[in-house]
């Protein structure tokens, strides 16, 4: 079936710093990858939503200068969490759609200290 | 703008016992998907029921969709410790962009 590898699986960082976060679709092309944020005991909350070549759409209140997407190809998209902050710290999910099949990463979780 | 409601939030239920676990959604949708997450890790799919009347089973696992009621349920039977996890439904709808859309998520625990 369709995998998705999502890198790092944790990150601890300085606030201050950038981290970056990698999601492949490793046997399919995926027309749109998704980003999500999930705090501990909720739901998934879609950060913004990536296809390849075009700019990333983010949701309401998403920072697009802090949250960077980058979809350069139809296997990968990365996120970048620019100036990391301790509220950044959260656990973050990809997903990669093709057709109306969904995918989704094993998951990063972000250590801001 | 597509909303999707789970209940109960929070289950917990003894051993070979059986539950159900709903989710209603607001408008029209013809996909629905239910995915298990265990603690610290990422969603795991379970079920994609595609149409009206839709059954489909995987071990103590049943899920239904009723396209009519906006309505699919998640029928836990005779359940073990092993299903301890947190449930969740999710929609799409091609008009809003083929986007999932997520339940609040139930989280089962299932004591001895």
């Known amino acids: 079936g369709a995998v998705v590898s999502q890198h790092p699986s944790w990150v601890i960082c300085k606030s201050g710093t950038s981290v970056k976060i990698e999601c492949r679709s490793l046997d399919f092309q995926a027309t749109t990858m998704f980003w999500y944020r999930q705090f501990p005991k909720q739901s998934l909350m879609l950060m913004a939503t990536s296809n390849e070549g075009s700019k990333a759409t983010y949701e309401q209140g998403v920072e697009k200068d802090k949250f960077l997407i980058n979809h350069a190809s139809l296997t990968l998209s990365t996120l970048t969490v620019t100036s990391a902050h301790p509220e950044d710290s959260s656990f973050y999910i990809c997903s990669a759609r093709s057709g109306r099949v969904y995918t989704f990463g094993s998951g990063t979780r972000l250590t801001v200290v | 703008e597509l909303k999707v409601e789970q209940n109960p939030l929070f289950l917990s239920m003894q051993e070979g016992k059986n539950y159900t676990i709903y989710c209603n959604y607001s408008?029209?949708?013809?996909?629905l998907y239910w995915y298990r997450q265990d603690p610290g890790k990422s969603l795991e799919s379970l079920f994609v029921l595609l149409s009206n009347g839709a059954v489909k089973q995987e071990g103590r696992l049943m899920a239904s969709l009723d396209t009519k009621a906006r309505l699919s349920t998640l029928h836990i039977t005779a359940a073990v410790h092993d299903l301890s996890a947190t449930y969740f439904c999710?929609?799409?709808?091609?008009?809003?962009?083929?986007?999932?859309?997520f339940g609040e998520g139930t989280q089962l625990t299932v004591n001895p």
């Open positions: 408008t029209t949708s013809d996909r």
């Open positions: 999710a929609v799409d709808k091609e008009t809003s962009g083929s986007r999932l859309t």
